[in-house]
């Protein structure tokens, strides 16, 4: 996976389809958020990235400005409040308003919920939860003023059975689905559609914040037996910020190779407690068969 490979992958969805939009990717640095913004780069949108690394938010402008993308990158936080209001100001001065938010920001760290300090807690639901409710509120509240339409993508995780050993960001990504099932029917009246997509586990930068043997559950944790990779989230992130996809919202497109069906993502590394072992187990007495 490269630029040059993102620049070049087949995609579904037509050439121009975000001509004259502006499209704002949070993380747009690194990972999924970059390789969106190259997608969003090749269908002609113009582009604003948001990072806390001024240097990855450079490397990635650099890249879209040679697809020939108009480009601007704003380092700063989306856990501060003030830094989303002074962001979205600039990109009103910069591109003259804003179409689509994708809301990719967001991380944690490995550890089992019993030993997360108040500080680490925080640090997860302030990025993920709330950091993206300051970007969603300030979006909407500038598509109110100018009345324009709107949409969100929000990129969440696939937690619907639980994410053992990173609690935090399981409890503020589905803080986050739920936050945007209630606003995409408040804001509706605003033209506004709000929808998310859930991510199993995809190759990016981010698998380095984990052990060799988490990684390799990665893998391992939905029945196509392998990971995703970013371009696979990108299209899905591309194709619900898209008209084509303008009778959707409220809605989670899970993009996980099946993983809410079968496998379990270890982040830390799967505990002994849970390690298969079909040769050992022994079956209730009543339910022993003879096997031939
Ligand atoms: C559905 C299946 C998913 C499968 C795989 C998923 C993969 C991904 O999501 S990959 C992409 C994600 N990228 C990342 O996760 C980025 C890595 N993480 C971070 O950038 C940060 O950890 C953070 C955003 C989660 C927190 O940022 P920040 O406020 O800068 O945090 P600090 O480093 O200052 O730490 C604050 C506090 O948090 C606790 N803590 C942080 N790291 C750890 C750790 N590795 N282990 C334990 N605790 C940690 C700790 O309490 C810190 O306070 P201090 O002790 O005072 O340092
Ligand atoms: N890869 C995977 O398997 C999965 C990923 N996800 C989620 O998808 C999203 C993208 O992850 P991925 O591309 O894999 O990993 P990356 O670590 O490459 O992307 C995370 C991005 O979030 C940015 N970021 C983090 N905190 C902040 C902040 N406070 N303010 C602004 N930007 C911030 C980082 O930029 P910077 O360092 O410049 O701040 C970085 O570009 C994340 O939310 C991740 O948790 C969900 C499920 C699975």
Not at 118 to 126: L, Y
Request: proline letters at 4%; charged letters at 20%; aromatic letters at 8%.
């Amino acid at each position: 996976m490269s630029d040059d490979d993102f620049a070049q992958r087949p995609t579904a969805l037509r050439e121009g389809a975000f001509a004259g939009k502006v499209v704002l990717v949070s993380g747009g640095g690194s990972g999924i958020g970059r390789a969106a913004a190259i997608l969003f780069a090749r269908l002609w949108a113009r582009l604003v990235l948001c990072g806390r690394d001024a240097g990855k938010l450079e490397s990635a402008g650099t890249c879209l400005a040679r697809l020939g993308a108009d480009v601007s990158t704003h380092a700063m936080s989306i856990r501060s409040p003030e830094a989303v209001e002074t962001l979205f100001a600039e990109v009103v001065d910069r591109h003259g308003g804003l179409d689509l938010l994708v809301n990719n920001a967001g991380g944690q760290f490995a550890q089992a919920s019993i030993d997360i300090r108040p500080k680490g807690w925080n640090a997860v639901v302030d990025t993920n939860l709330n950091g993206t409710f300051y970007m969603m509120q300030a979006a909407a509240r500038h598509w109110r003023d100018v009345a324009r339409p709107g949409c969100i993508v929000n990129v969440v995780a696939a937690i619907w059975r639980g994410m053992p050993q990173v609690a935090h960001t399981c409890a503020a990504r589905a803080g986050v689905v739920f936050l945007s099932k209630t606003v995409a029917t408040e804001w509706a009246p605003l033209n506004i559609r709000v929808n998310c997509v859930a991510p199993g586990t995809i190759r990016t930068e981010g698998f380095g914040n984990y052990s060799r043997e988490a990684r390799a559950s990665f893998s391992q944790a939905n029945p196509t037996l392998r990971t995703g990779d970013a371009w696979d989230i990108a299209q899905a992130i591309a194709y619900l910020g898209s008209d084509t996809a303008g009778f959707i919202t409220g809605e989670t497109l899970n993009v996980d190779g099946g993983s809410q069906n079968w496998g379990d993502p270890w982040f830390l590394g799967r505990p002994e407690y849970f390690e298969l072992n079909y040769a050992e187990a022994r079956l209730p007495e009543n339910l022993e068969v003879q096997v031939q």
